[in-house]
């Protein structure tokens, strides 16, 4: 009886698919070491998403046993689409919006056919396509599945193929529906020196959107990066953490909208706002694409898995512990000569660091950079200040054992340059409307390509002034008003902002070409370029001009969600801090650069007396534990916005041989209080010597210094530090005995 029943369904659903003409599609299947993505497709030919969260063993099998193609709800209208395009039943935020040649505002899309190319031993890509039910427009959504980092990145392509020009008004990178009882999101706001600063809000219905609209700078205000925790707020060690973060350089959106089902529609991608494609026949547009994990063990495991996917593929040269650096800007601004560069490469020999970078102030003759208000845009060594040119002060500082750096900022000019005398139409201007300057200067539109070789000479003109720079500082210092090209026609005024970005990707990559070796800083005053889409050319990112120890914990916690350490440069700076005005003891500064890429931003003979020596040999200190801070796990144990005013982390080496603590006090605890916690990330069967290191002369804060402990114990019972004044830190060196 029960093989008949089951025979009949299964000629049922044959007879349903002869009648539409359609052959079953197997459910499709996007999966890593622990994570599926599932999408399967309906009887309409629609493609349902279906799934996204931790790995499904045999899933074809499960979803196939339903007897059904697709989505197995009784409501069909309701099942969330792989890509919501506006028509339809579709009401929401959509991924897409298309006003066809002929005036129709609605699209309909359907499974057209599937592709998975295995990329190699780690990689996967599976190719979704889709047509709209009658009209020639074709969608391509791209998945990328890194087995190993258990990151799964996604992207879209429109194509037209009708016979007129159609207008896209949203294409999103992706779209994620997800079902709980309830969603917090954790994003991040900031302003200059103020960067990625967290909030974690429960969202409740409508959209929450988290945007920018400033095309360069772009994540100063906003970061592209987040987090969605399920059911409560996310927590370090459990519960359902999806993390996201956007590759994109410009403006951005992310929508996150509770409708009324309770479900969250989640549609990432570039912002649509002014920003209109118009596409004629066979043109189409690729969106940037979205870097998406998961993890059932929180937002720790989220942040390793971002680590380590940004480590091989979304920075260059994440293999490679980086230098320490000495760069001049706070030591010596705008008011240098030759000696004065020299003299600090000197100290920063005897300091023990590994590279000088010049900062700003180096150029322009007739428009000499003596200040911000004059010389960006020309690129001449400054003859008064360094008169044996760049080459000099980089072989003088490879002779003392240093690589040489050195700054540029080259989509910028100033109106006082001869750059802007000479190309004013190369400048973004929206037509006779006031040129507005911020930081007295301008933007070059990068939409122009004679703009794009400028920019790209500047580099390598610059690169090629020595045969010994090894590093580059690229800085962008202002957003974009008053939008407008002179180069883009009348009717693609709004394909300004992607083209931007497209330009500025077009010359990293010519510059990538030509020089894959050398470091290159990703700078925006500060954090404002923190995004995975300009990561991916650079070494390391400097996530603020706030180098003050206390802020930077919060900073860096911020930047370190989604970028591992080594691409965080952190540097000790002089007290009272340049911005904050706050002082700060020299160790608590270094304790905190120290867990991150440490460099020094200051002037060398600042540091005098026993300040000196600890300098030096926190320097050394550094080296020793590099390897697993920049290349190691980070495991988070004291949140600095968990109200107690202490801050810990770890870093535990990959083989978990030895590991780091880092922990702050971030204002004066009562005398009685300690600081004690459980340590994370060891192996609990194996001995570890526990020594404390960056010790002020004369006292430690971990009394037990130098013995020995099982991973177990330090797990299960942890650790007790002396860190109850303001300021006070501890680093402790762990290792496997
Ligand atoms: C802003 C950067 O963030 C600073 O580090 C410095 O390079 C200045 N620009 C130079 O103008």
């Not at 931790?54 to 069909?76: C, H, T, V």
């Not at 427009?137 to 190993?148: G, M, P, R, S």
């Not at 507005?436 to 301008?442: F, G, V």
């Not at 390598?460 to 800085?475: A, E, F, L, M, R």
Request: aromatic share 12%.
């Amino acid at each position: 009886m029960k093989f008949l029943k089951q025979f009949m369904l299964l000629v049922l659903v044959l007879l349903n698919l002869q009648l539409f003409g359609q052959q079953p599609v197997k459910p499709i299947e996007i999966t890593t070491d622990k994570l599926s993505m599932i999408f399967t497709v309906d009887k309409n030919q629609r493609i349902i998403y279906h799934y996204f969260g931790n790995k499904i063993e045999g899933s074809r099998q499960a979803f196939l046993s339903r007897g059904f193609i697709g989505q197995p709800d009784s409501n069909d209208d309701l099942a969330p689409l792989a890509f919501p395009a506006y028509g339809g039943r579709y009401y929401l935020n959509p991924a897409l919006k298309v006003t066809h040649a002929d005036g129709l505002l609605t699209t309909d899309l359907m499974y057209e056919k599937h592709e998975e190319v295995k990329l190699d031993n780690n990689k996967t890509q599976t190719v979704l396509y889709l047509k709209d039910r009658l009209y020639p427009i074709y969608v391509q959504l791209t998945f990328t599945a890194f087995a190993k980092e258990n990151v799964i990145t996604q992207s879209a392509k429109v194509t037209n193929k009708e016979k007129g020009n159609i207008k896209v008004e949203n294409i999103a990178s992706s779209y994620l529906p997800l079902h709980a009882e309830s969603y917090y999101l954790t994003h991040f706001n900031g302003t200059w020196a103020h960067e990625m600063q967290q909030e974690e809000e429960k969202l409740n219905h409508g959209i929450k959107v988290i945007e920018t609209k400033k095309g360069v700078r772009a994540t100063q205000a906003q970061n592209p990066s987040f987090l969605i925790s399920l059911n409560h707020p996310s927590q370090e060690d459990f519960g359902d953490v999806y993390g996201g973060s956007l590759a994109w350089s410009g403006n951005f959106n992310l929508s996150f909208e509770l409708d009324e089902s309770y479900r969250l529609n989640v549609v990432t991608g570039m912002n649509p706002f002014a920003s209109t494609f118009t596409l004629s026949t066979n043109d189409f547009i690729e969106t940037p694409e979205m870097i998406w994990t998961f993890s059932d063990k929180g937002r720790g495991q989220v942040s390793r898995n971002f680590h380590d996917w940004g480590r091989k593929y979304g920075m260059a040269h994440g293999d490679k512990v980086r230098p320490t650096v000495l760069n001049s800007w706070e030591g010596a601004y705008f008011t240098f000569d030759e000696k004065t560069i020299k003299d600090m490469i000197d100290d920063a020999a005897k300091f023990g660091i590994e590279m000088f970078v010049l900062d700003d102030g180096w150029f322009g003759n007739t428009y000499p950079r003596n200040s911000d208000g004059a010389g960006l845009g020309d690129w001449q060594t400054n003859v008064k200040k360094l008169p044996n040119g760049l080459n000099n002060l980089a072989q003088y500082a490879v002779d003392k054992g240093l690589q040489f750096g050195i700054w540029i900022e080259p989509e910028m000019v100033n109106p006082d340059s001869e750059l802007a005398k000479k190309h004013p139409e190369w400048v973004v201007q929206s037509g006779q409307r006031e040129k507005l300057t911020m930081r007295n200067q301008w933007v070059l539109d990068l939409s122009n390509p004679k703009v794009q070789d400028f920019v790209y000479d500047i580099f390598d003109q610059t690169v090629k002034q020595s045969p010994h720079i090894s590093y580059i500082k690229w800085d962008a210092n202002r957003h974009i008003d008053n939008v407008g090209s002179t180069y883009l026609p009348k009717d693609k005024q709004s394909h300004f902002w992607y083209e931007y970005v497209r330009g500025l990707y077009r010359v990293y990559e010519r510059i990538r070409a030509k020089y894959p070796d050398i470091d290159i800083q990703l700078c925006s005053s500060g954090g404002g370029r923190m995004d995975y889409g300009a990561m991916k050319f650079h070494n390391e990112v400097w996530p603020s001009d706030n180098t003050n120890g206390l802020d930077r914990v919060f900073i860096q916690y911020g930047a370190n969600l989604f970028f591992p350490a080594m691409a965080t440069a952190s540097h000790v700076s002089t007290s009272p801090n340049h911005q904050t005005q706050m002082m700060m003891p020299l160790k608590f500064r270094f304790d905190v650069a120290m867990s991150g890429r440490l460099g020094m931003e200051l002037q060398p003979k600042d540091i005098v007396g026993d300040e000196y020596d600890f300098a030096q040999h926190a320097i050394q200190d550094y080296k020793k534990i590099r390897p697993t801070v920049q290349l190691g796990d980070l495991y988070r144990m004291v949140s600095p916005y968990n109200g107690t005013n202490w801050a810990a982390h770890m870093y535990v080496a990959k083989d978990k041989k030895e590991a780091v603590l880092f922990a702050y006090s971030l204002a004066y605890h009562g005398r009685t209080t300690y600081f004690e916690e459980k340590l994370k990330g060891l192996n609990p069967d194996k001995n570890y010597k526990v020594v404390e290191i960056n010790k002020k002369p004369g006292s430690r804060t971990f009394d037990n210094d130098g013995e020995v402990f099982t991973g177990e114990y330090l797990m299960k019972v942890g650790l007790r530090l002396n860190i109850g004044d303001a300021f006070a830190s501890s680093v402790l060196m762990i290792s496997e005995q």
